[in-house]
């Protein structure tokens, strides 16, 4: 770990202002992730910005149903929240799947937006890496990459996003509040994460100097007709191979809304309205449900280590539906896949 200095702002003009002037500057809460990457030499910040001390720490209830979750709620307080489990309780579900205990109770909700890809070569600063060092070379092309992107990569990065929050929200169509040094803006869920194009060392789409101030979450989606498919090397503290974020609205057995969103799989959570908007009004069958899945992964190429997410996802893409219909969605506190 290298050298660095930091500060501690008392608001989040403070905080904008020292990372807006600092390019070498970075954000610190809960520390899940930028101390790992620190250890390993795979981020180096000059100035450390602990942005513990803002009033973001709150989740309230928005007048007109939903609600706005500050940046700095951590995940187990938004998973037991009473209005989160009993509205949302897709977004609930989905953080109880990922990391452990200990970790929920430090990581953040911005942090998680803000999470780096889990990518063996984006943590080996002896490899080559475009996420990394732009311009480097993909060492996951060719090599290793059983955990890689079947869906939205590119010839420089083949790296997913390993949030099981992002997946929720993705679903849930979220809302991204930051603040900059132009002031405050709104980013939609969908906006927020990048694919990797040309520059897959932009995660999101940040200006300089911004900070995630907090997420909305709003309208009122069925919350009978949900569940948070994740399938993993292991039952416990481990990130998604394949996950299932489903959110429908039914009208007895006709669907009347649908969100799906995939994890695991792209450099973003991955959703296709298009192929949503098929399952609408559909009294569903196991056939639509294999159709929804094959049109979903119809872009779908496998990097040779990680063909088999293409057949895992369609059979989970199958199973999360099958169960957001009957409303017997997966429960996180039993570790056996329902």
Not at 278 to 290: H, K, M, N
Request: proline share 6%; with cysteine; net charge neutral.
């Amino acid at each position: 770990m290298k050298r660095f200095d930091y500060i501690k702002p008392t608001n989040v003009d403070e905080a904008v202002a020292a990372l807006a002037s600092n390019v070498g500057a970075q954000l610190i809460a809960g520390g899940t992730n930028i101390v790992d990457l620190m250890k390993y030499d795979v981020a180096a910040p000059s100035l450390l910005i602990d942005i513990n001390g803002l009033a973001l720490k709150d989740i309230e209830a928005l007048p007109k149903g939903g609600f706005r979750i500050g940046a700095l709620v951590s995940n187990t307080d938004i998973a037991y929240h009473d209005g989160i489990q009993r509205h949302y309780p897709l977004l609930s579900s989905a953080i109880l799947a990922g990391a452990s205990p200990q970790l929920r109770n430090a990581a953040t909700a911005g942090g998680n937006l803000l999470q780096r890809t889990r990518c063996y070569y984006f943590y080996d600063p002896s490899t080559p890496c475009n996420k990394r060092q732009p311009g480097s070379g993909c060492s996951a092309i060719g090599g290793v990459n059983r955990i890689h992107a079947i869906l939205g990569a590119s010839p420089s990065c083949i790296a997913v996003h390993p949030s099981d929050m992002c997946v929720a929200l993705a679903a849930l169509d979220a809302v991204v509040e930051v603040t900059g040094p132009n002031g405050r803006r709104e980013i939609a869920f969908a906006d927020f994460h990048r694919l990797p194009g040309d520059t897959p060392e932009k995660d999101n789409t940040l200006a300089f100097g911004e900070i995630v101030t907090g997420i909305r979450i709003e309208g009122q989606p069925d919350p009978t007709h949900h569940t948070y498919l994740k399938l993993r090397d292991r039952l416990s503290y481990a990130f998604a191979l394949i996950s299932v974020a489903v959110s429908l609205d039914m009208d007895q057995r006709v669907i009347s809304g649908a969100r799906v969103a995939l994890g695991g799989v792209a450099h973003k959570p991955w959703r296709d309205r298009q192929a949503e908007a098929a399952l609408i009004g559909r009294d569903p069958s196991e056939s639509d449900f294999r159709t929804f899945a094959t049109t979903l992964l119809a872009p779908a190429k496998g990097q040779g280590g990680n063909d088999f997410k293409i057949p895992l996802a369609e059979k989970a893409i199958v199973r999360a539906l099958r169960q957001a219909v009957a409303g017997t969605p997966q429960v996180q506190s039993v570790k056996a896949i329902a």
